[in-house]
């Protein structure tokens, strides 16, 4: 199973955790982006096995986001996450098809929880 992994947040510190965290478990970081556009760019290119991405950023958010990621590849595994663990986002993020959802600030032990269940 190949680990390549995208991570797409707004805030650099936090895609230093998620990279740590991820790298700690043999993942492989394959690309870094800070909003919606530059995830969609990054995926076509890199085409990762998996995507962790914030929801709330400028430019375009990560809802937005992963519904244009899903009209490139109906079967992308994406971990939505943000701070505000607010009920309606959630849903959103589930209904546009996210596969899981962390709320920040995260636990190891939580993404790490999320990463195999979606990539069972």
Same mark, same amino acid.
């Given at each position: 199973?190949?680990? @390549?992994?995208? $991570?797409?947040?707004?805030? *650099? ?9 991820l790298?700690?478990?043999?993942f492989?970081?394959? /690309? ?6 530059? *995830? %969609? ?20 958010? /990560? %809802?937005t *986001?992963? #519904?244009?990621? @899903?009209? %490139?590849?109906?079967?992308? @595994? ?10 309606s986002?959630? +849903?959103? *993020? $589930?209904?546009? /098809? ?5 709320? #920040?600030?995260?636990?190891a032990d ?7 269940? +979606?990539?069972?």
């Open positions: 199973m190949a680990n @390549k992994v995208l $991570i797409v947040d707004d805030a *650099a510190f936090m895609r230093m955790m998620l990279k740590d965290i790298l700690k478990h043999e492989e970081v394959v /690309g870094e982006a800070q909003d919606g556009l530059q *995830a %969609i760019d990054q995926y076509k290119e890199l085409s990762p096995c998996l995507v962790i991405m914030d929801i709330t950023m400028p430019e375009m958010d /990560g %809802i *986001a992963l #519904k244009e990621l @899903k009209k %490139i590849n109906p079967e992308a @595994k994406v971990i939505m996450c943000s701070a505000m663990g607010q009920q986002m959630v +849903v959103d *993020a $589930i209904q546009a /098809g996210a596969k899981d959802f962390i709320v #920040k600030p995260f636990q939580r993404v790490m929880e999320s990463i195999q269940k +979606v990539l069972e």
